[in-house]
């Protein structure tokens, strides 16, 4: 498979990018490489300076970039030849088989949105992120930031990609999915998250174990994938990163507290899109963007499109929503 | 003062409730008592059986209990003798100046809405719980599960409750008001914060400082007080509660991850009624009572009913809400 990286999005770029991409090398399935978009020269320098061998990479150079202050959806419009566009212009040719950017998030969805576009059927693609169980696994939280305003129907396709996802990832083959509410009993949450459990309580697409309180999050006893709106997610996310940094200030040293840094993962898969894209953060490191590529290449084995696609078969949209 | 307790409605009762009591009496501020509503046979049991003398406390003698399993409105008003319902009769007759109860907490807010009410203009009381700050001091967070479903008016006034409520208990003088969200620009957020942000914005007030991410809520830098709906608040609390548990279950002993630990305050008060109410877990160990009771005390002396008829008489409603 090829794994398409943009090495000119991130606040270090592109070192950390090529960076990460010689890291990740040793640990590449056989018969997986990495195009890498970007200023050649500049990719060249790196690995020169690094003493690794550029013709290790597919490089394909562009002569622009788009950064985190450029206007997501005019940014990538208007800058034809950066390194994300000609990135997301290769994933919707089929020339590579994912693309990871630690780019500007919102110039990355519109970049969806103008090539590979949303899966049929899917209202809103969502993006996921690991969350460590104590035990050592890892869970599944959705969405974490892309949908701040959801309606229950959001809810339950985040449902249907988590448990997916799980399934092809995570090696997961019944995943346990929870809505997150706060209280357990069906009667119990906001009026979305209400109306959510009483559409995946009726459900067949996936293992519904009903609500699942915060405090249950990292036991892994109910479930496997975790279902929020996008604001809620963000906040949980954003508040689990910020305990392994107090973790890490004190001293603290645990495998769990460790599993909750971001860079073990490195970016956030988009779910529900054409094609695998995982976005990574801005100041991703290269350990961040070795792991990113690592995450994306187990994105593209989750073959998740036919996946979506076969449920989608089976049922009309009116079925999944109802 | 005077400060009233249920020692009737946990999962222990009488006996950690009492014993809660016993450990606090050396703590009280001078000239403060404790008044205990139950049945007096047990609770004057459990003073015997742990050698203390039961005349430290004025004893209200009842009846009936209303646990955890009673419907809350209809258990307010069946149970006429319950400890809860004398305990909320004696705050609304004035004979006690706070009352706290490790109980049902629908059935705790039906006493509420029965007897003492919440203040005029407010339009929907809250509860809040202190966060520790890296650095050792408490932040305020609010509202942590009464509304799940909230209008920017309610998170507006959330945030006079939280300001009010953090001058009178937590000594801060202009304490630095925030709005929990998923981005630090007013453009952020879902359709609620971004409502509130342009609310708070405009206000005269409090001392609003903008929107704050989940991240920088335990490093203090930014606010001392969070505003946010109940459900978020909720997923919040119980996330770091849950943290600590994990924090202890691998031997991880800081200041910072103790202080998670929701028996260092006990309780929640319930801001923007008409008297100090403070809400406790049902399992409540004699230590959480032991300091939901020193938090009663708090609330007691941060005069709320005072401070916000003051900002009430200053301002019509149509004022605060817009």
Redesign the interface.
Known sequence: MKIGLDTMGGDFAPKNEVLGAIAVLPELQKGSEIVLFGDEEQIRAVCRDNGADAAQFQIVHTTEVIDMNDHPAKAFLHKPDSSMAAGFKALSAGMIDGFAGPGNTGAMMAGIMYTIKPITGILRPCISCCYPI?DGKWGLLLDV?LN??CKPENLYQNAILGSLYAKGALNEENPRVAL?N?GEEASK???L?KAAHDMMSRTKHFNFVGNI???????GKKADVIVC????G???L??????Y???T??G?N?D??NMLDYEYHGGTPVLGVNAPVIIGHGRSSPKAIKNMILTTEKTIGAKMVDRVNNIFKEATLRDIES
Chains 1, 2 share one sequence.
């Open positions: 104590i930031g701040a305003d997150l706060i949450g906001n009026l998250t309180e915060s405090n249950e999050m990292f036991t709106d996008g604001f809620v963000n906040i949980v954003k508040m689990a990163e910020s305990f940094r107090i973790a200030r004190q603290l645990t769990f507290f």
